[in-house]
């Protein structure tokens, strides 16, 4: 379900409220904006991001080391907790491979793989 509310008297978009929107808001939304609420059923159709142009122009400029560094923080692990679970690498080597000062042999993006549960190349 997507919820919109426009803005009064023009189109421009406030905001959206997206996904199973409970009762209580739905109501609170036509109470407070009134007609200015669209309320649609059908869910946008999905796009692979792998597919798109902003995407093939982000990976030109991505490098192994912010892979690696985006990969890290959204696991939530300290350059300390992952230098551990790659087997006693000090925190200054992962952060020279996140910087790119050193780079990211085919056995450390082996380990790598098999932590983020992704293919190896993403780290080559």
Known sequence: MLAV?????????LFEVKGDIPAGVMNYLQREFGQDVAISEKDEELVNIFETDWYKEITKTTTPGDTLKIYRENLGL?????GQKLGNFTRQKISDME???CSISK?????LSKIFDVAMGRFL
Do not use: G
């Not at 300290?78 to 992952?82: D, I, S, V, Y």
């Open 5 to 13: 509310v426009k803005k009064h008297h023009t189109n421009t978009t």
């Open 78 to 82: 300290t350059q300390t907790a992952l």
């Open 99 to 101: 910087n790119n000062k």
């Open 107 to 111: 056995e450390v993006a082996k380990k």
